[in-house]
């Protein structure tokens, strides 16, 4: 029952954070540029769920994302995938516990998000490259969203370890002990 | 460990701060007052009117103030027809929108008599800072259909990539995937248009022939082939001509006429 209720609540958390990034952060921008609140939310799934799940959560969230807004059906989710990939892979290798480490992984998740993106439609759409708005783009991006991770560690560190205890129960890595 | 909680939360207030700061200073226009002179007034202009007020104590000046009663009656008067005013002005502003809004959907529909439209409001934004693709609150059930041209009373805007029954996706003329087959007004010379993800008004004009004739300050349009826009719709100005390292590499830069920030509502061409 209590699993089930965590997965409604992210899909809930996700049409929250859709309405957010689509309507609020428009406006709400450092130089012109949104965060990516949708990094983050794969990132912390796969941080406290594992890898299976977040590589679920990323492709169903891209999927929806491309649905409603994008201009093709794939690209989104691939690389929300690659992040929920990447969540699993610090969940195994380093402790949560770690502010500066959760920011680290946050940084690293949102320019590989990003890379990928650009890259994928550069080739899809035949885009122009160009290098210098798109790093431009890139830093200011990260820096939001490792302002946005700061923000809100302390409540999702407590949410998250809930969630942990539920959906892994006993195959929580015995390495903090 | 109380100690801790209490350094987290000092820092998460910090950060707030700091964000909120980045936001409105960097999104601030550069035509308003630098940082240091909102400082330097913040900090001048209390001493200034304390100065003052001392300066016209000494000289005594100071005689608005002998009746106070009267002063105080009046004040309270005055604060009621404040409030009663304040009140007609709500109101007044609520009309004055709504007033607009529908200003805003004539003016639409009667510059575009030729072309049988329908008018749509954007309901939601893309959420990457890649694409500028839009959602409009008309669909298939109001007649929409695929690659049909979009627009708004200051020119082209995009057209509609997909639909469903209640909505439909516009793929706006400054999406960095965006393509537009354009020309100028004056001298008719061809040009394919792209958006930037570097500016969100701004078009890149390439593939200008060899000898191409443009002049800063023209109007583009578009040209009709490729099959998507109707011929004929204003796109905006050139803003600058480059060179480039060679002739063929020349291309020009068109701010849009549509100003895609404040952009709420828009004519979808059905015919």
Known sequence: ?177 | MEKNKNVGAIGVIITIIILVLLVIFTNKSTENTSIIENIANVVVVPIQNGLTYLKNKINNNDKFFENIETLKAENEQLKQQNSELEKSLREFEVMKTENEQLKQQLNLAEKYTEYTTIPGTIISRDISNYSKTLLINIGSDNGIKENMTVIAEEGLVGYVVSTTPTTAKIQTIVDSASSTSCLTSTTRENMICKGTIENESTLKATNLSIDANVIQGDSVETSGMGGIYTKGIYVGRIKSVSDGTNKIDSYAIIETAVDFDKLETVLVIVQ
């Open chain 1, 1 to 177: 029952m209590k699993k089930l209720l965590i997965h409604v609540f992210l899909i809930l958390a996700f049409i929250f954070i859709y309405l957010l990034q689509s309507i609020f952060f428009t406006n709400f921008t450092i130089a012109g540029v949104k965060p990516n609140l949708f990094v983050i939310l794969i990132l912390f799934i796969g941080l406290y769920t594992g890898r299976s799940i977040a590589t679920i959560y990323g492709i169903l969230y891209g999927i929806l994302i491309d649905l409603w807004i994008g201009k093709t059906i794939g690209i989104t989710s691939v690389c929300l995938a690659l992040v929920g990939i990447i969540a699993g892979i610090f969940d195994k290798n380093f402790s949560k516990d770690n502010r500066l480490i959760i920011v680290f992984v946050g940084a690293l998740s949102t320019i590989i998000y990003e890379i990928a993106v650009y890259t994928l439609q550069i080739f899809v759409f035949e885009m122009n490259v160009e290098i210098l708005a798109f790093i431009k783009i890139l830093l200011l991006e990260t820096i939001y969203n490792i302002f946005i991770i700061i923000i809100l560690y302390p409540l999702i560190r407590n949410f998250g370890y809930e969630v942990e205890s539920e959906i892994k129960g006993d195959k929580i890595l015995t390495r903090y002990f």
